[in-house]
């Protein structure tokens, strides 16, 4: 049996085909989320992966769509939450999770579950770019360093500036006046990644932090800011596998339990 799980994000589109509620057969990213033509571009790609794969969308049993672009994925069979489908990936992926920081495009969730992969509480930041991959964006293009090599940078720092406002506009306004008077980019990027951190820990320790802490999201693909995370926890954090695609895991969970009630 095989069923689909696609995560309709702010600045990305993910899709996962999976066989049996077991084995990852596909893996599809689209750069581009929900108000784009992502949703579109990704459903053609899982169309040609099952070509490439002698499958169509007919042999997908099911289709569970999440995230903010979930309600204009039209094909999708059932739509569910992301806080719902981000634990359940995790909890497939990493079992012994406790604690999930979900790290997005425009926004953080901090999500504490039990040992059956159950949400107790959670809490989001989502009324400000802040402490999410917007701001890391932001910040990578006045410091005119690639996303992909902000985790260089980071490693590279001997002494991180202080950067005070978590606010994206101010914050851009500090990282100019630190470039200006001469301080590399790589200590003001190292402050950048421990202002986000300070930021996010504020969401992780309404949870009541508990063991073990799962780093998700395209974020947790950054290493400075998982450096600056352990640093302000003081303890340590597990990178989720295939981290930008727990949500659309946790769907393609949901999409094949769905599909079993109908067996």
């Avoid at 599809?28 to 053609?44: C, D, F, L, R, W």
């Avoid at 989001?124 to 006045?142: P, Q, S, W, Y």
């Avoid at 659309?248 to 067996?263: H, Q, R, S, V």
């Amino acid at each position: 049996m095989y069923t689909m799980g696609v995560d309709i994000g702010s600045t990305s589109s993910k899709i996962i085909i999976l066989e049996d509620g077991i084995k990852i057969i596909g893996n599809i990213v689209v750069q581009s989320g929900t108000g784009t033509s992502g949703p579109t571009i990704a459903t053609a790609k899982a169309k040609s992966f099952l070509s490439n794969n002698n499958l169509t969308l007919d042999d997908i049993s099911k289709i569970v769509v999440t995230g903010y672009g979930r309600f204009s994925f039209d094909i999708a069979d059932k739509q569910i939450s992301e806080i719902t489908c981000h634990t359940k990936g995790i909890n497939f992926l990493v079992p012994e999770a406790r604690t999930i920081l979900d790290i997005g495009g425009q926004d953080t969730k901090a999500i504490s579950v039990n040992d059956k992969g159950q949400v107790l509480q959670f809490f989001m930041n989502d009324k400000c770019a802040a402490g999410t991959g917007r701001f890391l964006e932001v910040m990578a293009k006045i410091l005119e360093i690639p996303l992909e090599k902000m985790g260089e940078y980071d490693r590279l720092s001997t002494s991180p500036v202080a950067i005070s406002s978590t606010c994206t506009v101010f914050a851009e306004s500090e990282v100019i006046s630190q470039l200006s008077k001469g301080i590399s980019k790589e200590n003001i990027l190292a402050g950048v990644h421990n202002s986000t951190a300070n930021k996010v820990c504020g969401l992780l320790y309404r949870t009541g932090i508990k063991e073990k802490i799962v780093l998700c999201g395209g974020v947790a693909q950054n290493q400075g800011v998982v450096r600056a995370l352990q640093e302000e926890l003081k303890k340590e954090i597990t990178i989720a596998p295939h981290p930008q695609m727990t949500g659309a895991i946790g769907a393609a969970l949901f999409a094949y339990e769905e599909a079993n009630k109908n067996l």
